[in-house]
């Protein structure tokens, strides 16, 4: 990340340099930075009724029972995971969130199921091969209803604004896989 | 189609309704319980924001600068030779980086190539199955402030390539 992150703010700075606009630079400074806190913002309302819920299920025993459901398909991909972690329902929600387009209750329960990964970790500043599988799977997910590319479909006169529905289930389920398959091979080195 | 939106909309309301209910019949003192985890929704979002913030600049650098046109402008002979339509390749390189990026490029392809062209089903695909990673990645792990990422740079980027691949063939095979 460190190299990434880097090498993405020099090129764009010389970029700026080279092409006269070293103006974007103090536009992106006063505007996408704010977005930035913006964005997390906005998400606090909804991390916090997800987080309130999923104490509430942890406390009623709900997780426990719904992790146990999951366990044969949660035993494949994360099979470092002990049986009746809470990591794994909240990974499973977070799949469930994801799959239906809920964004930011994605995010929230992803972020609740990466802190319970972390529990697991021995080395906290590594990222553990179940971290890399959870957000690779998280990053491909499978979207069932793409709406807001529906809304734009149908805003820009699509005669057949859904045609794209089945074609985007096989890309995503496609990439899923190989996105397992990559992890569960380069876990091995 | 109408079942799956369906499905799509109640899904949330029906897991709330089903941990309420299920804490309710196991006595749990769902008020206290739910104020004490909500508490740590405002710790996790003020620990994300850092990151958030290093990677928008990020972003917002690669792309107002120009940087990303260039990239784009570089691949393309690559990707033609892959048969990727050269049109679809700025929203290929978008959606690793930003997914509101890669909403305004999509965006901007329907709009000069009509929805139902060849291209703008391709990117309409694209868009629904390709990943936003680095900004994911940045979320993520920063919550809970791992830095060596391990594999998961290379795999993510195996699977959007994937996405992106098979985006092009499944559109090729439906609508041609």
């Known amino acids: 990340m460190n190299k990434i992150w880097f090498f993405m703010i020099i090129f764009g700075m010389i970029m700026a340099a080279i092409t006269g606009k070293v103006e974007v630079v103090n536009e992106v400074l006063l505007t996408d930075v704010q977005e930035a806190v913006v964005f997390a913002i906005s998400l606090t309302g909804i991390m916090a009724v997800w987080l309130g819920l999923m104490n509430i299920a942890n406390k009623s025993g709900l997780m426990d029972s719904f992790s146990k459901l999951m366990r044969p398909f949660t035993r494949l991909l994360f099979p470092s995971i002990p049986a009746n972690h809470p990591a794994i329902s909240a990974i499973v929600m977070n799949m469930v969130a994801n799959m239906l387009g809920a964004g930011n209750s994605a995010t929230a329960l992803g972020l609740k199921a990466i802190e319970e990964l972390q529990t697991l970790n021995t080395n906290k500043k590594t990222a553990t091969n179940a971290m890399c599988m959870f957000l690779v799977i998280n990053m491909s997910s499978i979207q069932i209803i793409p709406l807001t590319v529906l809304k734009i479909r149908a805003d820009a006169g699509s005669i057949m604004p859904s045609e794209i529905i089945i074609t985007s289930l096989i890309a995503s389920t496609v990439s899923t896989i190989v996105g397992i398959a990559a992890c569960k091979i380069l876990e091995g080195r | 189609?109408?079942?799956?939106?369906?499905?799509?909309?109640?899904?949330?309301?029906?897991?709330?309704?089903?941990?309420?209910?299920?804490?309710?019949?196991?006595?749990?003192?769902?008020?206290?319980?739910?104020?004490?985890?909500?508490?740590?929704?405002?710790?996790?979002?003020?620990?994300?924001?850092?990151?958030?913030?290093?990677?928008?600049?990020?972003?917002?650098?690669?792309?107002?600068s120009g940087g990303m046109n260039l990239v784009v402008g570089l691949l393309a002979p690559i990707t033609k030779f892959l048969g990727i339509p050269s049109e679809v390749l700025p929203l290929a390189l978008m959606r690793p980086f930003s997914g509101s990026g890669a909403l305004g490029i999509l965006k901007d392809i329907i709009e000069s190539y009509g929805p139902d062209s060849f291209i703008g089903r391709v990117a309409s695909t694209m868009m629904g199955s390709a990943e936003t990673i680095f900004f994911t990645m940045a979320v993520y792990f920063g919550a809970i402030g791992v830095q060596k990422s391990k594999?998961?740079?290379?795999?993510?980027?195996?699977?959007?390539?994937?996405?992106?691949?098979?985006?092009?063939?499944?559109?090729?095979f439906m609508f041609r």
């Open chain 2, 1 to 64: 189609m109408e079942l799956l939106k369906m499905i799509s909309v109640m899904a949330i309301p029906l897991m709330m309704t089903i941990i309420l209910l299920h804490g309710y019949i196991k006595k749990v003192n769902l008020y206290d319980a739910f104020v004490e985890g909500a508490g740590e929704g405002f710790k996790t979002a003020v620990r994300i924001m850092p990151y958030l913030i290093a990677i928008f600049l990020a972003i917002g650098l690669l792309r107002k």
């Open chain 2, 151 to 172: 594999h998961t740079v290379p795999a993510a980027l195996i699977s959007h390539f994937a996405a992106v691949i098979a985006s092009v063939v499944i559109c090729s």
